[in-house]
């Protein structure tokens, strides 16, 4: 009896396709019907979680896209999430319906991002992210003064989704929202990555050098680069928007840009699936460290370390140490060790 060994592919098609096998056709099809039926099982906080995961994955997808596959860096994510999250309310305070405010959001921090990727083309390494750096304070200086835009110090109150008269104002409802928009920005960068462009920008990753004496415009795609994670980060920013509706000038910080940068590294760099693991991942952490916090609350343990007072410190803490072993024990992130598990179950019991 003829049994497959491993992976055996004899064409570029078959190594490029993104569900290789007919189980992991299934498994998608099974895991979008659970998630469609999870708000049916599920409590309002729960899915107030898995919204919070979705809308931070798309954007931690699109600096993967930078950072991951481009080999480019950025300091300043945070501050394009915020750009969308704003120019969506905007945009519906001007009479745009919300289903259409969030990708011309996406648009809108695009061209921003270009603006700002220019850089790109000349820079490279710590020039580079000083550069981000800068835009992060560049922008978030333009929301505390642009009160036009943003609404200055006060922040701008925005509408939730509504679509047909049909009103999405409840975490169960407008899950679906964000699932759709997970979706469709997840299999739209799958698909870039198998393009001749998505190929262009990992061979500017992999050895700039190279991919310029194959014809390969470096400066076209590094400034791509950053446009691309700008859209993404705007459509998560409109996501955000219309999930709390209220956007605030201090929420897009530097650390929050950081938090960025951990989840993409948790996740896996150049990894598409690694961004869902990493926002899932930094989305779930702070709630763990916060229950245990509770769960300790009164004991000598919270006598000692005064857990009480002290919680945003521990989240902090907690996010600077899970980068820390990352880097050290997993420096692939969690997609990694994701297809390490998967190889193993797939030629067990013959895995050595």
């Not at 099974?30 to 049916?40: E, H, K, S, V």
């Not at 300043?76 to 999250?85: D, I, L, R």
Request: net charge neutral; proline share 3%.
């Amino acid at each position: 009896m003829h049994l497959p060994a491993g992976d055996f592919r004899t064409s570029y098609r078959a190594d490029t396709t993104i569900f290789p096998t007919r189980n992991s056709r299934i498994a998608l099809w099974l895991g979008i019907a659970a998630l469609c039926a999870a708000p049916l099982l599920l409590g309002r906080y729960e899915m107030t979680i898995l919204i919070q995961i979705g809308y931070f994955a798309i954007a931690a997808l699109g600096l993967n896209i930078l950072v991951g596959f481009t080999g480019q860096i950025s300091i300043g994510h945070a501050a394009f999430f915020g750009f969308g999250a704003f120019a969506s309310a905007g945009f519906v305070a001007q009479g745009v319906p919300v289903a259409l405010a969030i990708p011309l959001a996406g648009l809108v921090t695009a061209l921003v991002g270009l603006v700002f990727g220019l850089p790109a083309a000349r820079l490279k390494g710590l020039y580079l992210a000083i550069a981000t750096l800068a835009a992060q304070f560049i922008l978030e200086d333009f929301f505390a003064r642009a009160a036009w835009f943003s609404g200055g110090v006060a922040g701008r109150v925005t509408e939730s989704f509504s679509l047909f008269g049909i009103r999405f104002d409840q975490p169960e409802t407008y899950f679906y929202i964000v699932l759709f928009w997970v979706l469709v920005m997840f299999v739209g960068a799958a698909n870039l990555m198998r393009t001749r462009d998505g190929r262009a920008l990992v061979a500017v990753r992999d050895h700039y050098l190279s991919a310029e004496m194959m014809g390969i415009n470096l400066a076209y795609y590094r400034t791509l680069s950053f446009g691309i994670a700008s859209f993404y980060a705007g459509v998560g920013g409109a996501l955000y928007a219309h999930h709390i509706l209220f956007v605030s000038v201090e929420a897009f910080n530097i650390l929050f840009s950081i938090q960025f940068l951990a989840m993409v590294i948790i996740g896996g760099l150049g990894s598409i699936m690694g961004s869902l693991m990493g926002a899932a991942f930094m989305v779930i952490m702070p709630e763990a460290v916060q229950s245990a916090a509770q769960a300790l609350e009164g004991s000598w343990v919270d006598t000692a370390l005064n857990l009480g007072s002290s919680l945003n410190f521990l989240r902090e803490m907690a996010i600077g140490a899970a980068i820390i072993l990352f880097l050290i024990f997993e420096p692939d992130g969690l997609a990694h060790r994701w297809r390490l598990i998967r190889a193993y179950w797939k030629l067990y019991p013959y895995s050595h």
